[in-house]
């Protein structure tokens, strides 16, 4: 084609037709613009296929994060509910005056446990590296970057660094002082503690050690409230997900 243009060039030169010549320039001229707009055109349609891709990508995979988020949240209600019920049935014996059960060893192996809640944020994350206006849907987007920064945030920090600053400077070491801890030859789980009071009755008769067990019940109250309330809004987060898929 430039082969082409090339050789009328000459030949409008060589038999001095300026006018046809200046005609033929100002096409090619226009010609080649259009060539380059076009070029830019398709160039930024390609750009635009491939971020809708990334997005789609993004989505995918931050709602699969979500989902697996959801399963590691659920498993620590369902412990924390485990542990909270031996709370519950020390600070039962410790109400009716019941004398010393090896019912209770379980109990006082786990009482003072503390659980983490480890949300997936893979999908997150590669977002971020990629630039967050990816996700072109401005709701959506506001949306995703509260439950990660925030809403995570409050479960990480909030509830479980006040459960481990409970744990680590009050109620493991009132347990190191007054429970001797024990593994029963008929289990080989080591997840598994039981423990016995040195002095029972001196124990259930001591405030500090009330105060303990319902400081850690009303913990995990509060942790189990707040992770169910968490999964419902990751739910509802997920079918925004869902819809916005659905549109791109």
Do not use: C
């Amino acid at each position: 084609m430039i082969k082409f243009f090339r050789i009328i060039r000459q030949r409008l030169l060589t038999e001095n037709k300026f006018s046809k010549y200046l005609i033929y320039a100002i096409g090619e001229i226009v010609l080649i613009v259009i060539g380059i707009l076009l070029a830019l055109y398709l160039n930024n349609l390609n750009e635009k296929k491939q971020l809708k891709k990334d997005e789609i990508k993004v989505l995918n995979e931050i709602k699969s994060n979500l989902k697996s988020s959801i399963d590691a949240f659920e498993r620590t209600l369902k412990s924390e509910s485990d542990y909270l019920a031996q709370n519950k049935k020390i600070l039962d014996y410790i109400n009716t005056k019941q004398p010393y059960s090896t019912d209770l060893d379980l109990a006082f192996g786990t009482y003072f446990w503390i659980l983490s809640s480890n949300p997936v944020t893979g999908g997150y994350d590669y977002l971020k590296s990629k630039g967050i206006e990816l996700i072109t849907n401005d709701s959506l987007r506001k949306n995703i970057s509260f439950m990660f920064e925030n809403e995570f945030a409050i479960i990480k920090n909030d509830n479980e660094l006040w459960a481990n600053n409970l744990q680590q400077n009050i109620s493991y070491p009132y347990h190191v002082k007054h429970f001797i801890k024990y593994f029963p030859q008929n289990t080989d789980s080591l997840g598994i503690e039981y423990a016995k009071p040195i002095d029972y009755n001196t124990l259930m008769n001591d405030q500090m050690f009330q105060s303990i067990n319902t400081e850690i019940i009303s913990n995990r109250r509060w942790n189990i409230k707040s992770i169910n309330d968490l999964v419902s809004r990751i739910k509802i987060l997920i079918k925004e997900i869902d819809d916005d898929l659905k549109r791109l």
